[in-house]
Every structure is written in structure tokens, then in C-alpha cells.
């Protein structure tokens, strides 16, 4: 065991309680027997190696299957009187042409109008507020002195407080 990796393991050891009881117990009783180290094997017997295990014949049984698909598959190459099986199933499962590019078409449409909607509300601002710093003002405007055209009607005017 090298220095270092002796530090690391009494490192962890210092810092928890528990891994400490254990790495003392074990450090402390190393040389003394205490009988359970010492069993004698069962004598249980191992199973017989060879090539009959199930992984050996699952193995034989691909092989198998793979070569009969390979002498069909050639079959079918080799007959050309129409489309391979596997081939014509896959063109079963597919989409014309004419509805992918029906459907390309719509969805580029979508995307320019939603491009075209996110620009405008991109670009939308609120409009600007005024506000007056001493709004009380308008309360304080003489109704004399004023000159002809220059009267605004304020009689509707809400002041915002806010």
C-alpha cells in the first residue's frame, strides 16, 4: 500500500466514526484468528464447464437463424420479380412525396407568419406616460386673463396619482 493512499484511508477513517470502529477492529485483530476467517469451503460442487450452458446455445440458435435469413435474403435479391419484403413494407409505412411537400410548404408559411408576428410584437412599445411633477397645478389656473383660442377644456381630465 503506498504512503499516499495509506494518508487517504486514515484521512476518511479521522473524519468518521464509523469506518474508524471497523478499520481499528480489523487493524488490531489482523494477526489473531477468530475461527470465521478460517472456514472450510462448502463442499458444494461448481457446475461442469463446457459448451453446453444456455449463453452456447443461444449463441448457436442466432447463428442459425442468421443463416437461414441470409439464403432467403439472397433468395429474394436474386428473384427480382418484385421489391424485397422488407423493402416494400417500409414504403408501405412512408408518406408520399406530394404530402411532405405539401406539408414542408404549410409549415415554411407558418414560420413567415409567426416570424412576422413576433417582429411586430417585438417592436410594440407602450405609449409613453406624462406625468406632471406637481399635478396639482391644474387646480391652481386662473379662469381670468386667459386669451381666446389658448382655453383647453380640463373638465374630463383625470389626474393620475400613481
Known amino acids: 500500500m503506498s504512503t499516499l493512499r495509506t494518508y487517504r484511508l486514515l484521512s476518511v477513517v479521522s ?3 464509523s469506518y474508524s470502529r471497523f478499520y481499528a477492529s480489523s487493524a488490531s485483530t489482523s494477526g489473531v484468528s477468530h475461527g470465521e476467517e478460517h472456514q472450510e469451503p462448502p463442499n458444494e460442487e461448481l457446475p461442469k464447464e463446457g459448451f453446453t450452458g444456455k449463453a452456447w446455445r443461444n ?3 442466432l447463428v442459425a437463424i442468421g443463416i437461414v435469413w441470409y439464403n432467403v435474403d439472397k433468395y429474394f435479391v436474386r428473384s427480382r420479380e418484385s421489391k424485397h419484403p422488407i423493402t416494400a413494407w417500409i414504403e ?7 404530402e411532405n411537400i405539401r406539408r414542408s410548404s404549410e409549415h415554411t408559411s407558418l414560420v413567415k407568419e409567426e416570424a412576422k408576428d413576433k417582429r411586430l410584437f417585438g417592436e410594440a412599445q407602450l405609449p409613453p406616460i406624462y406625468r406632471f411633477r406637481f399635478p396639482e397645478q391644474f ?3 386662473s379662469p381670468f386673463m386667459k386669451e381666446l383660442g389658448n382655453e383647453v377644456d380640463l373638465s374630463d381630465l383625470v389626474v393620475r396619482n400613481d
Open 139 to 141: 387646480d391652481k389656473a
Open 92 to 98: 408501405s409505412a412512408m408518406i408520399p412525396e406530394t
Open 15 to 17: 473524519r468518521t466514526p
Open 59 to 61: 449463441s448457436l440458435i
